[in-house]
């Protein structure tokens, strides 16, 4: 399967706790995006990166949130100290640059925090 | 800032029936429309798209919507749904060749 991976797709932790989710996208696409939805909404932009570069972040993503792409491939998101509000799906997308303007979503990371 | 928005959060419908979903944007600039519709279990995926050209637009599995400029619509349609359209269904514009932004999703339930 050549499509948008994520990694873990479900993680459960205790209140406190850092987690990190990795997402792995599509060869070539060299934007990539991260963004988190929660039930009876939708996805809401967090961060994207044009490859290695973090180009925009949401005032979503707190000071706890910190996203990284190192070589412009896959990128991991990371949250500090997790807090309830922070269960939600966390979803990694990518695109192609300037000629490709769709982007392809992953299966996404669901987290609860309790 | 932009905003996309979903006038149905829940829609059921029997088999057969005709389907349209509403979806508003604000932005007055030049926009890129997209539906992207969830599946249970699955994963966002693109159900159609508009860039330019022909306001109206056809996707997979029978959908198509039409784009009216002049009232910020990206309404999607079906004339006649199945059990298997049964999903989530979300409206998203790009404004920027950047951001997306999405609806907050209309969930239709398709009865048998």
């Known amino acids: 399967d050549t499509g948008v991976s994520q990694d873990p797709r479900h993680k459960i932790t205790k209140r406190g706790q850092n987690v990190t989710f990795r997402c792995d996208p599509i060869s070539e696409h060299n934007r990539l995006y991260w963004y988190r939805q929660t039930l009876g909404q939708g996805p809401e932009f967090l961060t994207y990166?044009?490859?290695?570069?973090?180009?925009?972040k949401s005032r979503l993503l707190s000071d706890r949130f910190s996203a990284e792409r190192p070589k412009g491939s896959f990128s991991t998101l990371e949250i500090q100290r997790t807090e309830q509000g922070d269960s939600a799906m966390y979803l990694c997308a990518s695109r192609p640059g300037e000629s490709g303007n769709t982007i392809y979503f992953g299966e996404g990371s669901w987290l609860t925090v309790v | 800032a932009q905003s996309v928005s979903q006038h149905n959060h829940h829609v059921i419908l029997s088999e057969a029936a005709s389907l349209e979903l509403g979806c508003n944007y604000s932005y007055g600039g030049t926009v890129n429309l997209f539906w992207y519709v969830q599946y249970p279990g699955q994963h966002l995926q693109l159900l159609l798209k508009y860039f330019s050209g022909d306001p109206l637009v056809k996707g997979i599995k029978g959908f198509e919507a039409e784009f009216i400029k002049s009232k910020f619509s990206f309404n999607l349609r079906k004339p006649s749904v199945q059990w298997s359209d049964t999903a989530e269904y979300f409206c998203?514009?790009?404004?920027?060749?950047?951001?997306?932004?999405f609806g907050s999703g209309t969930k239709l339930n398709v009865k048998p």
């Open positions: 990166f044009q490859n290695e570069a973090q180009l925009e």
């Open positions: 998203a514009v790009n404004a920027n060749f950047n951001k997306f932004y």
